[in-house]
């Protein structure tokens, strides 16, 4: 299992309670071996307060899917959001020929989010979001390249907040790993994970890892 580390930077002892409890259980959550995470720039413009993850799920060295992650914190609420966190992504991996043509693709990937967020137990509210899919074909001197097509989830959601005015955020990191995996065509985790109750329920890309 690898730790997520980080750090909230100077002049954390002013930041809402709510929002440095939530960094710091990002910063202690454990997820599956294959997801290495680090902090990353936060946006400056989308809220009050942001912490951002980067993620990139590795199998025998190859590089399959790649990810960030944004926790965005408003104290006095926001509008749109229908709360005072909001959780953003966005998602990229690339896909195997035989998914690429799935004209089911966009509705299957968005499920793999709704799903791995359903079986981590992971509340939420007002999502919203896309799925792109982008082919590439060579000509020239690069006519020897295979073709390639990549998918893209840009996706954001709020956490509900439990008792405190924190959201669970362990449980939305899990199930962010778990898409990213899903994503990458990595069978579903195995074991029970800390930290987080239950195994993922999600189906990642048939026959395209083991």
């Known amino acids: 299992m690898a730790a997520v580390h980080g750090h909230l930077g100077d002049g954390s002892d002013d930041v809402p309670l709510p929002f440095r409890r939530s960094v710091d259980v990002l910063r202690s959550a ?5 997801v290495r995470i680090d902090e990353t720039a936060a946006p400056k413009r989308l809220a009050s307060y942001a912490y951002a993850l980067e993620a990139t799920v590795l199998s025998d060295g190859e590089e399959l899917a790649d990810g960030r992650l944004v926790l965005l914190h408003e104290p006095d609420g926001h509008e749109a959001w229908h709360g005072a966190f909001r959780l953003v992504t966005l998602v990229r991996a690339e896909l195997e020929p035989e998914m690429a043509g799935d004209p089911l693709l966009p ?5 793999w989010l709704t799903g791995a967020l359903a079986t981590r137990g992971a509340a939420y509210s007002d999502p ?21 097509t990549q998918i893209e989830i840009r996706a954001s959601w709020t956490p509900r907040e439990r008792m405190g005015g924190a959201p669970e955020v362990a449980a939305h990191l899990a199930a962010w790993c778990d898409l990213l995996c ?19 329920g999600v189906v990642p890309m048939p026959k395209r890892r083991t």
Not at 30 to 34: D, G, K, L, T
Not at 107 to 111: H, I, K, L, P, R
Not at 182 to 200: I, T, W
Request: proline fraction near 8%.
């Open 182 to 200: 899903a994503c990458a065509g990595l069978p579903p985790s195995e074991g029970p994970e800390p930290l987080v109750r239950g195994g993922s």
């Open 128 to 148: 919203s979001g896309t799925v792109s899919r982008a082919s590439s074909h060579y000509f020239g001197a690069l006519a020897d390249r295979v073709d390639d």
């Open 30 to 34: 454990r997820v599956r071996s294959e």
């Open 107 to 111: 509705e299957v990937s968005w499920s």
